[in-house]
Structure formats: C-alpha cells, structure tokens
C-alpha cells in the first residue's frame, strides 16, 4: 500500500514526539492527532492490519506539508513523505473529507482551486498589455490573478519600470500543485503537470519568472522528476527583482521603515532561497527586525489551498504567525509568497483589535521605493 520509504519513516516517527513543538497547527489545537508522530503512528496502525478509516484519513488532511517537521528531525527523517501517501490512498479508498473533495472536483475539472474565478478588471486589462512574445513569461498563479491581484500589478509594473519586456498567458494552466499537495503524484497530476509543462514549452519563454512560491517549488523540484520540465530557466520573482536592483535597473528610494518578514516554506526550505527578500528591503533601507522563527525555521501560517478545505484551522495558522509578527514591534509584515499573503490577511480581517503590524507584500513596497525616487 505505502511505499517501503514511507513505512520505514512513519515507523521511526511514531515514537518520536522531538518535532512536536515546531509544528504550526499541532501548536495552535494541542492536538496530539496533529503532530507528527500521530500521523506516523496512524501508518504503521495501518502497516499492522488496521485499515484507514474517515478519522484518520481527515487527520492527514490538518498538515500544511510546510516542511518544519522535516527541516527540525536530527535524523533526517522526512513525515511529509508518508502524509502525501497517506492522502492518496484516502484519495483511492473513497475517504476524502468532504471539504477537500470539492476542492479536487474543482482543481481537476478547471486547474483552479477557487470557486469563483474572475480576474479583478484592472489586473485583466494590464494582462492584456503583456499578451505579445517575449523571451521572459511571467508565471503568477490563481491566488495571485484572483485573490492577491495588487501583489500581481506591483511586480508586473516594477517589471515595466526596469524596462523588462515580458509575457503573461491570458489564461494560466494548472501545474498540478494543487493535486500534488491533495493527492500526491498520482496519475491526474502528472498529466496536469504534463500539460502545463508543454504550454510553457510551446511559449517558447528563455525564462520563467514565477509569482507564486508553491508553483516555483514544483517546477523546479518535481517536473525534472517527472519528464516534463520545460526548457526555460526558472526563477522565483523575488531573486528575479532583487537581480534588476543589482543590474541598476530599479532605484529604490529610501523609505526608513521597521518591518519583519515571514519567510515562505516552499522558499526557504525548498527552494533555499532566504536572502533576495531581504536584499530588497535593504536596497529601500528598510529597518529589519527578525522574527525569532525566520529563514529555514520559519513559521508556516498557511496557504491558498489549506484555506480552502480547512478555513478554521487556516485561520489559527494564520492568527500564530501574525502573533510572531507582532512581538517584533515592526510597523510592516512584508510576504513574498501570494497565497501566505491571502491567508495573513485573513487572518487579519478576523482580528478583533488590530494592534499588529501591517501587512505588505514585497513588490508593493518596492514600488512604492521606486516611484518615490521618481518623485524627487
């Protein structure tokens, strides 16, 4: 049923409780069903002759696949490895909770995991400029083209204002993140992957920059594995600005703000990307006061799709990020990933008092650093 890998990790976490305490939504219930070692030990029941049951399956489900448990194991162990598994065979058993087999109807029929899909008029029509060939396509993402749309206009007008020619397709395929993260590598995701790997192909693009970190970690990671990486470079969005500083082809002017920054998962510890974020902040002489959970060992607040399926837990992820957030005393929370944005300003929304920081994606605060010096 699990892969031998899966089985040799599940049996070594099970008895294991020394992640526990880095583990975002375990941190939030104090639920022992959320931490790693339940959801090892939840494996090996099954390893043992006790078969899934909907409990169990719906307990696979209450993980961000962040990372943290994984990034904090001294033995190199990896439970993500076991919870996607998991999730397949609940996915083939029938045993998907409700809320996440409306998400995967949706994901599978449309590419996208939201109910409503339109595009805010004023991200469309800046679309529509960038509809003509270019070397460099630039990859946004659903939660960035319907949720986040300001994140999506600030880095396409930064784009313009270093003079970059670039792309948008007008309408994005589906990169199979979604369906890897619900079900795993299955059959389903891969030909999504398969396909969108041969659009971005057919774009004939030298260069990928992409918005949204979730679908820059699949590109990078799991497309080579699965045969259908397209032959363009890939490159976050991030360490593709903080490059445009670097060349003297945007001037941030000085803001002199206080702010923190919550580090993505699939950046830091996937991708090993940490610094270009902080660079541009530098660049716009910003003041940065660390979180004391940053870099590798960063905090996950959530994502797009966690939100989707399991809103209230989304919003206690997100609600322990921003209290990291606020200890700092930092007047700004800046996010560099579209879709911990969408959930922290959930999170935000849902406060009763708002004595924390604001909340400012990357590129809306360059902008407004660039447009400043071309003030002066």
């Not at 904090?72 to 990896?78: K, M, R, S, W, Y």
């Not at 609940?90 to 996208?112: F, H, S």
């Not at 992820?317 to 990933?337: H, N, P, S, Y």
């Amino acid at each position: 049923m699990y892969s031998e890998k899966a089985y040799h990790i599940a049996d070594n976490c099970r008895f294991c409780w020394m992640c526990r305490h880095v583990c975002p939504v375990g941190l939030k219930t104090g639920k022992e069903i959320n931490t790693p070692r339940a959801k090892g030990l939840l494996v090996s029941m099954e390893k043992r002759g006790f078969e899934m049951e909907k409990d169990s399956a719906e307990a696979f489900y209450e993980c961000m696949l962040c990372g943290s448990c994984s990034n904090d194991c001294a033995t190199g162990f990896e439970p993500p490895v076991f919870i996607r598994e998991a999730r397949t065979w609940a996915a083939a058993a029938g045993l998907l909770p409700e809320a996440v087999e409306r998400v995967l109807d949706r994901v599978l029929d449309t590419g996208v995991m939201y109910e409503e899909c339109e595009e805010p008029k004023a991200l469309s029509e800046k679309i529509n400029e960038h509809q003509k060939k270019a070397k460099l396509l630039l990859l946004l993402g659903a939660t960035a083209r319907i949720r986040r749309p300001e994140m999506a206009l600030a880095l396409m007008r930064l784009l313009e204002e270093a003079e970059v020619d670039f792309m948008v397709l007008e309408k994005e395929p589906g990169t199979g993140s979604e369906l890897y993260d619900l079900i795993g590598a299955v059959e389903e995701t891969r030909e999504q992957a398969a396909a969108c790997g041969r659009q971005l192909c057919d774009t004939g693009a030298e260069k990928i920059v992409v918005l949204d970190s979730y679908l820059a970690e699949i590109l990078k990671h799991e497309y080579p594995l699965w045969d259908c990486a397209p032959e363009s470079e890939i490159l976050t969005a991030t360490s593709f600005v903080a490059r445009l500083i670097d060349e003297g082809r945007l001037h941030p002017e000085a803001l002199s703000l206080s702010v923190t920054v919550h580090d993505s998962p699939r950046l830091a510890r996937d991708l090993k990307e940490t610094e270009p974020v902080r660079d541009i902040l530098k660049a716009s002489v910003c003041e940065i006061k660390e979180m004391f959970l940053n870099r590798e060992l960063t905090r996950c607040c959530g994502s797009s799709l966690f939100a989707e399926y399991a809103p209230k837990l989304a919003l206690l992820t997100g609600q322990g990020r921003l209290e990291d957030a606020k200890r700092t005393g930092a007047g700004i929370l800046v996010v560099e990933c579209p879709q911990a944005l969408d959930v922290l300003k959930m999170a935000t929304d849902n406060e009763e008092k708002d004595t924390g920081p604001d909340i400012l994606d990357i590129f809306s605060l360059l902008l407004k650093a660039v447009q400043e010096n071309g003030n002066d």
